[in-house]
């Protein structure tokens, strides 16, 4: 190790404590700063990606999305008969930029 005196490696010590608070904090505030856009976006119709699965009412995750920023992934409907999907329709929506 390049620290040999104890002063050294309480320094260093120190060092890595401060980092192991700080950088976390900074990822939660960089995740909190992520997850209060799209909620904004949401209401001028931009979504981030969906999972509609199991169940038709999974598709009310579609309501109000003109764009939807990702992908749609609809899976997993073996008990759906075709009557319940024939009432379902998303006019507003233009745009999926995924998959």
């Known amino acids: 190790m390049f620290c040999r005196s104890s002063a050294c490696s309480r320094a260093l010590w120190r060092l890595w404590m401060t980092a192991a608070v700080i950088l976390p904090?900074?990822?939660v505030a960089q995740t909190s700063a992520q997850e209060a856009e799209p909620s904004a976006r949401?209401?001028?119709g931009v979504c981030q990606s969906v999972d509609v699965r199991n169940d038709?009412?999974?598709f009310e995750r579609l309501?109000?999305?003109r764009v939807v920023?990702?992908?749609v992934h609809i899976l997993l409907m073996d008990r759906t008969d075709e009557a319940s999907l024939e009432?379902?329709?998303f006019p507003e929506l233009r745009e999926i930029t995924d998959y």
């Open 25 to 27: 904090a900074f990822a």
């Open 42 to 44: 949401r209401d001028q």
């Open 56 to 58: 038709v009412s999974s």
């Open 63 to 65: 309501r109000g999305c």
């Open 69 to 71: 920023e990702g992908f």
């Open 87 to 89: 009432n379902v329709t």
